[in-house]
């Protein structure tokens, strides 16, 4: 079955780098999708691969995908305490209709 | 353009109890998803629906759980009667279109708890 797996825990100092990894089972996933979700809110789409790249990048954000592995990483540039957070990875299920996600990675920014 | 809107943020009830959660999709989008997330995971589908058609409810508990969207714009989940374990926030989110490229935008979430 589809499943998604994610560290549970990262720590980095303010203007660091932060990494956050994950990695999924179904080869068949087309997108792969990262979430941001502050205390007490809804997830935030904060941006997407599509299967056929490497790469992504959007300002601060590099999206890394290893197909061959399926994993999936998050570089933050440049960390700032507004990134703390708990980051969600996700794939599209095989049918197209529905994420399925990680457990999430809690984000802790010391300034 | 506002965002998906969901009420009440916060419930408590003691279980046993029934609890109804409402969910306003952003403004065109005709699929709208409940989400159940459990603490410490992530979010897992309850219900997808298309327009005002529930079109995947496998994994929706029918025996308390339902749901409903009329007129294919707002909707309702339910629980009757509420138990323990269904403590967890309900997330409602929207999309425009089924499609491979489809972007789906959460709501705030209602944060359920049973006593």
């Known amino acids: 079955g589809e499943d998604v797996e994610q560290s549970l825990f990262l720590s980095v100092r303010e203007g660091d780098s932060s990494v956050i990894n994950c990695t999924y089972t179904?080869?068949?996933?087309?997108?792969l999708y990262w979430y941001k979700q502050e205390p007490g809110a809804g997830l935030q789409l904060l941006t997407y691969?599509?299967?056929?790249?490497d790469m992504k990048q959007d300002q601060r954000l590099t999206v890394l995908l290893n197909k061959k592995d399926k994993h999936l990483s998050l570089r933050i540039a440049d960390t700032q305490t507004g990134d703390s957070a708990i980051y969600f990875c996700?794939?599209?299920?095989?049918?197209?209709?529905?994420?399925?996600f990680g457990k999430g990675t809690t984000l802790s920014v010391s300034s | 353009e506002a965002g998906v809107v969901q009420s009440p943020r916060y419930k408590i009830i003691e279980k046993k109890q029934p609890v109804a959660f409402w969910c306003n999709p952003i403004?065109?989008?005709?699929?709208l998803y409940w989400y159940r997330q459990n603490l410490g995971q992530g979010p897992e589908l309850l219900i997808r629906?298309?327009?005002?058609?529930?079109?995947?409810d496998s994994q929706l508990p029918k025996d308390r759980f339902s749901a409903e969207r009329l007129k294919g714009v707002d909707s309702t989940l339910k629980i009757q009667p509420a138990e323990l374990g269904d403590s967890a926030v309900y997330l409602c989110?929207?999309?425009?279109?089924?499609?491979?490229?489809?972007?789906?935008?959460f709501g705030p979430g209602t944060r359920l708890t049973v006593l």
């Open positions: 403004s065109g989008h005709n699929t």
């Open positions: 996700a794939e599209l299920n095989q049918a197209g209709t529905a994420l399925i």
């Open positions: 629906y298309e327009n005002e058609e529930a079109v995947d």
């Open positions: 179904d080869s068949s996933s087309t997108y």
């Open positions: 989110a929207s999309s425009s279109r089924v499609t491979i490229t489809d972007t789906q935008y």
């Open positions: 691969i599509f299967s056929n790249m």
